[in-house]
């Protein structure tokens, strides 16, 4: 018999990694407690460009049809415009044939996902922040939350920190949180939704100008989402104002000023600084894993973090059921970080390794123009850089929106 503060496994955040392994998993029978700060639906700084490969996702989760009845734009390409205007294109079916992006706002498809995990069993909590992680000897054994009634203690054999790039149970491991955070880019992004754009239908923009680029695609509603990334010192020097750095900064670039000429806000500004991107501890604890943002923060001009949470998700969950004992046997959870860092590297290692190469080109703009030019002028190339931010696999899987 369980008590009700007593779950197989707790999740803290539930961004598309969280909802992702909590649906999985309680599809396999586990006891489920998905915690997460905020009250859905809820907004989101995030590039809202859906990669291809998430549809499968989608469709193994059970949310295809509410995420494309939630009015997803469909996006067929990425086109990558240098500062100049120079232009190279990336179709989404070089991802996995048969299939296209989507555009569509966080607040919908994270909102999709969380109902989603209710339906399936999973316990969830909103506005219940996970404070820190609870812990037996040198393990983890689940989670202390807050709430508006109060702190409770939540047990679970496994605790999983999906709270992305805060990692909020993983940070108490992290012996070199201080000096990294010290160590950091000193990145801006902002995002917001935008009316009467000229972005061409059917494509992901992505503008290069000096000190950083930025994304505009067509979401729900006729809606299109801007988001862009801005070196902290250029944000400092235009006094923090959204509205000064889109016209200044990432208007530089010749085809973002033709786009966004007439453009009219649609919602408030967000913001939130980046402090680095790549891999992080995985597994810091006994007891407590990391995935989606909290295991490794892609870049986003590959479009692909949401793809990365919800395969994390999986792979977390595959992990976890793979080892039938691992929710009665000690042995069992310790024996777990060692198979999950295995399979984890195994599907990640590579792509993180090819956007920090791509990374160097994009926050330079002279190397950023002279890719575009070289990579425009072969779609063999082109095509094999674009399949190397992906898993091999997935560009197999298969998803139709039929
Ligand atoms: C500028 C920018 C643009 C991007 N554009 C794209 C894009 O176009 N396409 C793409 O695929 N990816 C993009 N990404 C990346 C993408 O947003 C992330 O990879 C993705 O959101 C990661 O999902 P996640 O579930 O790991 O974390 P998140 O989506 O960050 O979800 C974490 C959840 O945890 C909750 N939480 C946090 N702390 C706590 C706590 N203590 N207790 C309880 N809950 C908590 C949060 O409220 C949140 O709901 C972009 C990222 C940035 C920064």
Redesign the pocket.
């Known amino acids: 018999m369980h008590s009700a503060n007593t779950f197989d496994v707790a999740i803290?955040?539930?961004?598309?990694?969280?909802t992702s392994a909590a649906i999985r998993l309680a599809l396999h029978g586990a006891r489920v407690l998905l915690?997460?700060?905020?009250k859905f639906p809820r907004a989101?700084?995030?590039?809202?460009?859906?990669?291809p490969e998430c549809l499968a996702h989608f469709q193994q989760l059970g949310v295809i049809d509410q995420i494309i009845a939630a009015g997803a734009t469909l996006l067929g390409e990425t086109v990558f415009y240098s500062a100049r205007g120079y232009q190279v294109a990336v179709p989404s079916e070089w991802f996995t044939s048969g299939a296209t992006a989507l555009g569509l706002s966080r607040s919908e498809m994270d909102q999709r996902l969380l109902e989603r995990a209710k339906a399936v069993g999973v316990v969830v909590l909103e506005n219940?922040?996970?404070t820190g992680p609870l812990l037996e000897g040198d393990s983890v054994c689940g989670v202390n939350v807050k709430t508006s009634a109060g702190t409770s203690d939540y047990r679970a054999r496994i605790t999983i920190d999906?709270?992305?790039?805060?990692r909020?149970l993983a940070r108490h491991f992290d012996r070199h949180h201080r000096r990294s955070s010290k160590r950091k880019r000193g990145l801006v992004?902002f995002k917001a939704h935008l009316e009467n754009t000229r972005v061409t239908p059917g494509a992901c923009e992505i503008y290069f100008y000096a000190s950083g680029y930025g994304?505009l695609s067509g979401i729900e509603h006729g809606l299109s989402n801007l988001?862009f990334?801005v070196s902290a010192s250029e944000v400092r020097r235009r006094g923090s104002d959204p509205d000064r750095v889109l016209q200044e900064v990432v208007m530089q670039n010749s085809r973002a000023a033709e786009t966004l000429r007439e453009a009219r806000l649609r919602s408030p500004w967000l913001s939130?600084s980046?402090e680095g991107f790549g891999r992080k501890t995985l597994t810091p604890v006994n007891g407590l894993l990391t995935?989606?943002?909290?295991a490794s923060f892609i870049d986003?001009f590959t479009?692909?973090?949401?793809?990365?949470?919800l395969e994390s998700g999986e792979v977390v969950a595959e992990t976890i059921v793979s080892r039938p004992g691992i929710l009665r046997d000690a042995q069992t959870v310790e024996l777990i970080a060692e198979d999950y860092e295995r399979r984890y590297t195994s599907r990640f290692a590579s792509r993180l390794r090819v956007s920090g190469l791509l990374r160097r080109a994009a926050f330079v703009p002279y190397l950023a123009e002279t890719a575009i030019l070289f990579f425009g002028a072969s779609t063999r190339l082109r095509r094999k850089l674009a399949r190397a931010t992906r898993h091999a696999n997935q560009q197999k899987a298969r998803a139709s929106l039929s």
């Open positions: 803290a955040g539930a961004g598309p990694a969280g915690l997460e700060e905020k989101k700084l995030c590039g809202e460009f859906i990669s219940a922040h996970a999906a709270t992305g790039r805060t909020a992004a994304g988001c990334i939130v980046l995935i989606g943002d909290a986003p479009g692909s973090g949401m793809l990365m949470a």
